[in-house]
Nanobody
Framework: QEQLVESGGGLVQAGDSLRLSCAAS????????MGWFRQAPGKEREFVAG????????GYASSAKGRFTITRDSAKNTLYLQMNSLKPEDTAVYYC??????????????????WGQGTQVTVSS
């Protein structure tokens, strides 16, 4: 059974760092591109970062570029999002998603067919 489980969220102060993890189970994720999205209260879910199946290609929303880094460990079937220099506007529920069996990531949420339950990130000023 395909499943994505996020962890690592929490309450931090502006300027702090957090690393989110997403543990994937199921055969689909072995060759699936993956991504991170977030949804703030009252706003639509938005793309944060994506990574190809091989890990050789990644991309970021402009709000994340230079501060966030997406990586994946295929041996552990785990996706990561390292977030540095956090800002209050980064406050949101963060979701990991998989786009199986496609190998290239997308930037629209309707391009992903598996989703985690989300983890809350709150950044205080």
């Amino acid at each position: 059974q395909e499943q994505l489980v996020e962890s690592g969220g929490g309450l931090v102060q502006a300027g702090d760092s957090l690393r989110l993890s997403c543990a994937a189970s199921g055969r689909t994720f072995g060759r699936a591109a993956m991504g991170w999205f977030r949804q703030a209260p009252g706003k639509e879910r938005e793309f944060v970062a994506g990574i190809s199946w091989s890990g050789s290609t990644s991309g970021y929303a402009s709000s994340a570029k230079g501060r966030f880094t997406i990586t994946r460990d295929s041996a552990k079937n785990t996706l990561y999002l390292q977030m540095n220099s956090l800002k209050p506007e980064d406050t949101a529920v963060y979701y990991c998603a998989a786009r199986g069996p496609w190998t290239n990531y997308g930037i629209r949420d309707n391009q992903y067919n598996y989703w985690g339950q989300g983890t809350q990130v709150t950044v205080s000023s």
